[in-house]
């Protein structure tokens, strides 16, 4: 039966995981997936995560399924995170939330939302983007159309490219924006710059999905939602991707929603009958546990500042050491111009690294980041920046240096 089925190429972040693993070296630095990690090196759980945990096992009498679109009372806390108590569209429930698994199931219903219902044939996304959003988009039946997301010194937005292309657009495109910290770059949009996108989107009739993987991790839960905000109050509709994996720690309980915001309750009946019965045939209902912790953390007052108050820390801890990192980068290579790397927002950083130079890094020193020179800023410690800054000092030359 497999005789003539081929050999799938590795998955470019994962599979880089998995030689890591196997790496031998006692020394070895992981900079590849994705994962916060505290100053000693681990994905720990968050102090809230476990006390809500003691309260659900203390409570919970059912392992029941849950409905197509998860809990209700999940859904509207957390599009209450997202568009705020004040804001319209959640004062008169013009939302249909949907709890899913994980950020990346969110992504996929959009595309099959758009795709059968929004009349969408092709989804617009900046390039470089996460490595799996084509896959996903191809796989919900979209064209995968890209520009240019960062000018050709890698050192700031080519927003111009951006806007060119979404000018070009066709009505009905639907347009990939990553809300907040965009991975892999850390590069966002200004606020002037979110404007004339939205003048765009509405001149054009494009239809727009933000892919909100980072709230909390860039300033705050409130100001790295403005762009989506901002963009409902101008009488917009729009799908939103959240995720709750990184600014709750949740990586392997697979938490994240998709969000329709629309324009009346009839829009709201369809819009998520449409979201239940893509579900259904994916993956049927969401999982429990997860979704159970992150709707007792946000309904319950104490529990939410004081998971504010973790996630604060973790987005300083990061703050800190990006600028530790751009520091001794310097000191090191002082030729090269690191500074643009303390305008990146979250945890990652597109270093400018060439594709050589990585491996290089890999091979010789047992240093692991993605192959486009992302690096996950989380990763780095007080242990391992002076080994780190080191080996990208003796990778770096004037001749292929991007930075």
Partial sequence: MFEKVSVAPPDPVFGIMEMFNRDPQDNKINLTVGAYQDESGQTRILDVVKDAETRILAEEKSK???PIDGQAS????????VLGDDHPAFQEERFATAHTPGGTAALRIAGDLVRSQCGANCIWSGAPTWANHPQIYNAA?????TFEYLTADKRRLNFSAMTDALHSAN???AVLLHTVCHNPTGFDLEREQWLEIFE????????PIFDFAYQGFGLDTESDAWPIREYLSRGNEALICSSFSKNLGLYGERVGAITAVVKDQKNRAAALSQIKSIIRTLYSTPPMHGGSIVYTILHDAEL???WLRELEAMRFRIIEV???FVTRLTELAPTADFSFINDQKGMFSFSGLSREQVVRLRDE???YAVENGRINVAGINSQNLEPLCQAIAMVLDSQSVKC
């Fill in 322 to 324: 990006r600028a530790q």
């Fill in 304 to 306: 939410k500042q004081r």
């Fill in 64 to 66: 029941n399924y849950l």
């Fill in 74 to 81: 999940l859904g509207k806390e957390i599009a209450r995170l």
């Fill in 365 to 367: 020193r047992s240093i």
């Fill in 141 to 145: 039946g979209l064209r995968f159309e």
């Fill in 200 to 207: 765009i989107l509405e001149t054009r009739k494009l239809t």
């Fill in 171 to 173: 009505a009905a495109d």
